[in-house]
């Protein structure tokens, strides 16, 4: 009682009770299970060690949804792993797992965890003044592996041992309650890793789960502690948030906790000060990125990178203007330096690889470029590298309500042309990329008919241009 009692009192220290559900109680099949996963089980339980399936591969398979990966959990040590299996590879210093490939699979197999205070030495944990764990080495059992998971789905351990599943933090209950809850106290846990916080957003937005009140309540005020993380770290996080067929909750949601100003600052302060393109332009990217991923098209970083920064980048771009209005600078460079400042500013936030930075200031590029289809122009910018993204970035920005003279509309004719039809296109704008007045043909006809078909047109107040004037 007493022992309970003071459990319940420290907050990290969750109260620990196992909770097995047995086979016919659960809908986990072991077909739905990565044959990879259940040989390492099985090697690991032949060398009389445990060995369970963890974290969003139980989640997702509970879920009846399909894993996008598997991770397992045993309390043999990373260099035991390295003994049982050929391919297996020792990585991370902060946090040391296992990858174990078999075939063309890799899967993770992490050591049972304790919790830092069980530290032998600093060696296998540290933390930083802000609570931040810095390293997490600190093994464990079964029992404290649980509690020093993140959220309470992600803690649920199944064996192929009696293919039951165990739950020492009632996961089970909150999959059925369909709510994303931390184990322990929130703000501790957010302190220890902030990019917890993130990972509460994703998760509440990819399943169409409700965050906890008790979990949600301490975002707003820690979000700041996204600050101490590494850029590369925010980078490899920023993708799973808009890369997971959710992307149009989760910014939504990363708006509303305060996350997206540590994430996207200057994206955010256009955003709260009411620029409704930009609002537009970033739903639209979003909703097109969840679609893409729905029937399993490639998306790119760099197009999503593109997006979240072009409206900090266009507003940059119009202070340069203003600057340096008198020196005649040509557009593009104004619009490079514009970019260039641009992206240094987010670097500090995260980290953008040079191979999604190099084909996202070619998409920039080519805004300015694809309006310039005199001469050849046109068939030089439809043969770049880049083309591709750029139309679909310029079909975006109309989406979004910007009127750009029926660019998209021209490009995608082009696109669908022969030659010949492609010259006419091309003869149809001028030098500065304008539609060329048309000259309208008018064939005469029998003065009856002409008086009749005026009049009814102007009754029924039709617009009798043809709709295909500009070709
Ligand atoms: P996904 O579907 O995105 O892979 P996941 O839950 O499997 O979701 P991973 O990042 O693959 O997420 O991590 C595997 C498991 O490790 C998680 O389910 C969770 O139990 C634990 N975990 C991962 N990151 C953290 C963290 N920052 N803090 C605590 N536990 C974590
Ligand atoms: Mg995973």
């Keep these: 009682m007493l022992k309970r009692l003071f459990n319940n009192l420290i907050p990290n220290r969750t109260a620990v009770k196992r909770q097995v559900i047995p086979r016919e109680q659960h809908n986990i099949s072991r077909k739905n299970i990565s044959s990879a996963a259940i040989r390492i089980m099985k090697v690991l339980h032949e060398a009389n060690f445990a060995g369970y399936l963890v974290g969003g591969g139980v989640r997702d398979l509970l879920l009846n949804g399909h894993p996008k990966d598997f991770d397992v959990a045993t309390d043999a040590t990373p260099e035991q792993i390295k003994g049982l299996f050929r391919g297996a590879r020792i990585i991370g210093r902060r946090f040391r797992i296992v990858h174990v490939r078999i075939g063309r699979e890799v899967i993770e197999v992490t050591t049972f965890r304790a919790s830092h205070e069980d530290a032998s030495h600093a060696k296998q944990a540290q933390q930083t003044d802000h609570g931040m764990l810095t390293r997490d080495n600190v093994y464990g059992s079964l029992e404290t592996?649980?509690?020093?998971?993140?959220?309470?789905?992600?803690?649920?351990?199944?064996?192929?041992?009696?293919?039951?599943?165990?739950?020492?933090?009632?996961?089970?209950?909150?999959?059925?309650?369909?709510?994303?809850?931390?184990?322990?106290?929130?703000?501790?846990?957010?302190?220890?890793?902030?990019?917890?916080?993130?990972?509460?957003?994703?998760?509440?937005?990819?399943?169409?789960?409700n965050i906890e009140p008790k979990t949600a309540?301490?975002?707003?005020?820690?979000?700041h502690l996204l600050r101490n993380i590494s850029e590369a770290r925010m980078f490899e996080e920023?993708?799973?948030?808009?890369?997971?067929?959710?992307?149009?909750?989760?910014?939504?949601?990363?708006?509303?906790?305060?996350?997206?100003?540590?994430l996207f600052p200057a994206t955010d302060a256009i955003l709260a000060g009411g620029d409704?393109?930009?609002?537009?332009?970033?739903?639209?990217?979003?909703?097109?990125?969840?679609?893409?991923?729905?029937?399993?098209?490639?998306?790119?970083?760099?197009?999503?990178?593109?997006?979240?920064?072009?409206?900090?980048?266009?507003?940059?771009?119009?202070?340069?203007?203003?600057?340096?209005?008198?020196?005649?600078?040509?557009e593009i460079v104004l619009q490079q330096q514009a970019a260039q400042s641009v992206i240094r500013q987010q670097l500090a936030?995260?980290?953008?690889?040079?191979?999604?930075?190099?084909?996202?200031?070619?998409?920039?590029?080519?805004?300015?470029?694809l309006p310039q289809r005199s001469g050849n122009r046109a068939l030089s910018s439809f043969e770049h590298a880049r083309f591709r993204a750029a139309y679909d970035f310029v079909l975006l920005r109309e989406q979004?309500?910007?009127?750009?003279?029926?660019?998209?509309?021209?490009?995608?004719?082009?696109?669908?042309?022969n030659e010949v039809a492609r010259e006419k296109l091309v003869?149809?704008?001028?030098?500065?990329?304008?539609?060329?007045?048309?000259?309208?043909?008018?064939?005469?006809?029998?003065?009856?008919q002409r008086n009749s078909e005026d009049s009814s047109a102007i009754d029924a107040g039709k617009d009798t241009s043809s709709p295909n004037a500009e070709l």
């Design 145 to 209: 592996d649980a509690v020093r998971r993140d959220f309470t789905i992600n803690a649920l351990y199944y064996t192929t041992e009696g293919f039951a599943i165990h739950d020492f933090v009632g996961g089970t209950r909150d999959i059925k309650r369909r709510l994303i809850c931390m184990i322990g106290d929130p703000a501790t846990r957010y302190q220890e890793d902030p990019v917890r916080m993130l990972r509460a957003v994703r998760f509440a937005a990819k399943l169409g789960f």
């Design 238 to 262: 920023v993708l799973k948030l808009f890369m997971a067929g959710a992307a149009t909750a989760t910014f939504n949601l990363l708006r509303d906790y305060g996350l997206l100003a540590h």
């Design 276 to 330: 409704q393109q930009a609002e537009e332009l970033i739903n639209q990217a979003m909703v097109n990125t969840d679609k893409r991923i729905r029937s399993k098209q490639r998306v790119t970083p760099a197009f999503i990178y593109a997006t979240l920064l072009w409206p900090p980048m266009q507003a940059e771009l119009a202070v340069l203007r203003q600057q340096k209005r008198n020196q005649k600078v040509p």
């Design 349 to 369: 936030h995260t980290s953008i690889p040079k191979r999604f930075q190099i084909p996202m200031r070619e998409i920039w590029d080519l805004q300015l470029r």
């Design 217 to 223: 309540k301490p975002i707003p005020d820690l979000a």
């Design 427 to 448: 003869a149809s704008v001028d030098e500065q990329g304008q539609d060329k007045p048309k000259r309208k043909r008018r064939r005469r006809k029998p003065a009856a």
């Design 400 to 417: 979004s309500g910007e009127n750009l003279g029926g660019l998209g509309d021209w490009w995608t004719r082009y696109q669908d042309a």
